[in-house]
């Protein structure tokens, strides 16, 4: 998912002041809160460095901010914890597991259900934990696993890396591992997960141990793609440089959205690997990014005079070449539709990239946050992430199966393009074919089968009639695509109400043997959240 420039500016302008409201009612009842024994464990779990400031209860006028994610669906967790080392997670999982508590791991609060605060659980937030360490030979880097892309991105820049991995610079590396991590080359490099050499993971008992090929493989297998086995608590990532690239931003009008659409559903995700491409559908407009690696614009535009796409009436494009990588994900975080000199890219990056680790806007004005140095102590700190109330699906579909006909992409175009405007939206239709990327030996379902991912939202409003009408759209739209695509879907869109069998949307026919190393690495199902794999019995 990625957030608009455009709306953070509107927000932080006061033009959209609901996005920084609490939705939590008074804590239910039935909720488990920390008793006694869990909160004195948990006292002396932490470092005396302010103890107290990071345990957070019900009872503390910041806990409505801690515990809510960026997408605003309350949950009420019995207590949040912010470990700064790895130390001080072991032992906080020990707490857990001694005191009979579910422990919830939360590296970026990114959780579309925001199941990184459950109900009633011990949460151990370590975006503190957020180190980048690059190796002197500049091929891996020893990274925290609370480090917020835009940290990792904005350290390994100054050494003239990267790492293969998504655009949005606030989500956490622990929870992006864990859902395999698609990104924007991933047509020709690769899932993120791929690009993991080991990790480090706290077990439900305590223990510590290292995962890679060739130690606890199982687990190393599981953990990239497949839920929450452990805690990790720091990988080790294999590095790279991108070289510089070619850029296309095109916007067509809004009655040129339907031939876009179907021109990019049936053209893109069959073009040369190193074309990395996105179509954003709104009600009014449609957008196409593409990212063409390492190639010039002269190619670019070779490329994209096939595609049909450039002679829709009324559409307007940018055709940007000898990009650097900074530039090119500026374009996907609607900062630039052009390149600039690398030093002007690198400015712009910073008001998205250069993050803290308590980046996500307050509720109700009530801050919670310290030691907030940025990744770049010297630069410009990127703004705080806003808060996002959304109703949102997510499909994939698959290579080799019949896809959505002229007449089911005309619906989609028509019902979008009636919406009222308030609902914002947005259909995120990402191309993969991932077939000329190295085969992945991660946990990830649907590497060989995905061809396009279509992710659709609405924005929740207050006005109760048009979230009906919002909300009726989904649901339309659901009957659809479940028809059409079946229901293989991304784990990093968690959807609570899902139709079909979640174990199957989201791991596909990896359920059984995901099982059976949860039953190796925690058969009490210490890390578990309502959709996550079952130890096998």
């Known amino acids: 998912m990625r957030f608009h420039f455009s709306a953070a500016v509107s927000l932080l302008s006061g033009m959209n002041p609901a996005f920084a409201a609490g939705l939590h009612s008074p804590q239910p009842s039935d909720i488990a809160v920390a008793n006694d024994s869990l909160l004195q464990c948990i006292r002396g779990a932490l470092n005396e460095h302010l103890r107290d400031y990071r345990i957070v209860t019900p009872d503390k006028e910041e806990y409505e901010t801690v515990s809510t994610g960026v997408i605003l669906v309350p949950e009420y967790p019995a207590v949040v914890t912010y470990a700064t080392d790895i130390n001080e997670v072991v032992r906080l999982v020990k707490c857990g597991y001694d005191n009979g508590y ?27 934990i957020d180190y980048v360490e690059p190796s002197s030979d500049l091929n891996t880097a020893a990274v925290g696993a609370g480090a917020r892309l835009g940290t990792v991105y904005s350290i390994l820049g100054k050494h003239g890396r990267t790492w293969i991995a998504g655009i949005c610079p606030s989500v956490g590396l622990g929870g992006y591992i864990s859902v395999g991590g698609y990104n924007m080359q991933m047509r020709k490099y690769g899932l993120a997960v791929d690009w993991v050499e080991s990790a480090t993971v706290v077990l439900a008992n305590g223990t510590i141990v290292t995962t890679s090929e060739t130690e606890n493989s199982d687990l190393w297998w599981a953990m990239r793609g497949g839920g929450t086995f452990g805690l990790t608590v720091e990988v080790v990532l294999k590095l790279t440089t991108i070289p510089r690239s070619a850029m296309l931003s095109l916007n067509a009008p809004k009655d040129g959205r339907l031939e876009t659409l179907k021109k990019f559903v049936n053209w893109a995700p069959n073009q040369d690997p190193l074309f990395n491409s996105q179509l954003n559908l709104y009600g009014d407009r449609a957008n196409v990014l593409g990212w063409y690696i390492g190639e010039s614009k002269d190619s670019l535009n070779a490329l994209m005079h096939g595609s049909g796409l450039l002679t829709i009436p009324g559409a307007q494009y940018n055709i940007s070449g000898n990009c650097s990588t900074e530039n090119s994900r500026n374009f996907w975080v609607y900062t630039q539709q052009t390149c600039t000199d690398d030093e002007v890219a690198h400015q712009i990056s910073n008001a998205l990239y250069n993050v803290v680790p308590d980046d996500i806007m307050p ?46 992409l005309q619906w989609i175009v028509e019902k979008t393009g009636y919406l009222p405007a308030e609902l914002n939206v947005w259909g995120e239709i990402t191309t993969f074919n991932l077939s000329s990327a190295p085969p992945s030996n991660s946990a990830f379902p649907w590497f060989e089968e995905a061809e396009i991912m279509y992710r659709f939202e609405v924005t929740r409003v207050e006005n109760e009639l048009v979230m009906q009408e919002g909300q009726r759209f989904i649901d339309e739209l659901d009957q659809l695509m479940l028809a059409r695509l079946g229901s293989a879907s991304y784990a990093g869109y968690i959807d609570a109400k899902i139709k079909t069998d979640p174990h199957y949307a989201y791991w596909g026919k990896n359920v059984d043997r995901l099982a059976e190393v949860k039953a190796a690495y925690d058969s009490k199902d210490l890390f578990s959240n309502p959709f996550s794999i079952r130890p096998k019995v």
């Open 363 to 408: 509720i109700n004005n009530v801050s919670y946050g310290f030691d907030n140095t940025p990744a770049l102590p010297n630069e410009p700190q990127a703004m705080l992430w806003p808060h996002l109330g959304i109703v949102e699906k997510t499909y994939i579909q698959q290579l080799g199966r019949s896809g959505l006909t002229d007449e089911d």
């Open 102 to 128: 579910t422990v919830t791991p939360r590296s970026g609060a990114h959780h579309f259900e925001n199941w990184s605060a459950l109900n009633g659980t011990l949460v151990v937030d370590i975006s503190h």
